[in-house]
């Protein structure tokens, strides 16, 4: 799965979030961070709640697959892509709730310590939030 989102920067260049599936990912997160910084456009890598599901932020256009291609050729695998279902009046309402959740946590963020003062959690739930929205 990848899922892209841009964003404007300063003097007219491109930040970008790009999803990327990679199986284990949140556990080995500082590997395939340390492989992905090979690539000049990569800016960070972030986990997700997900354990396959990984953010990366990138300066002007995202090259998902060469990054696969680097990532497979050391070892990472990619789970198999699954087709979405519909969803049900209960999954709508749990995603909802869960929206929900997410926007009071982004409310309590900007009442929160300046950037500086803050541990690199609520950095990266930051950052992802400007960025993604």
Known sequence: MLDSSWS???????????????????SRVDEIRSELFAFPEVLDVFITRGPDSLVVV???RPHPAEWQR??????????????AS???PDVRAAQAKEAE?????A????R????AARPRASVQRLLLHFVVH
């Open 8 to 26: 404007p920067r300063q003097k007219g260049s491109l930040v970008q979030t790009h999803q990327i599936q990679i199986t284990d990912g949140r």
């Open 107 to 110: 409310a309590v963020d900007r």
């Open 86 to 88: 519909p969803a049900g």
């Open 58 to 60: 990138c300066s002007g």
């Open 101 to 105: 959740r997410e926007l009071a946590a």
């Open 112 to 115: 929160s310590p300046p950037i």
């Open 70 to 83: 680097a990532l497979r050729a050391v070892g990472f695998h990619f789970p198999s892509r699954r087709r």
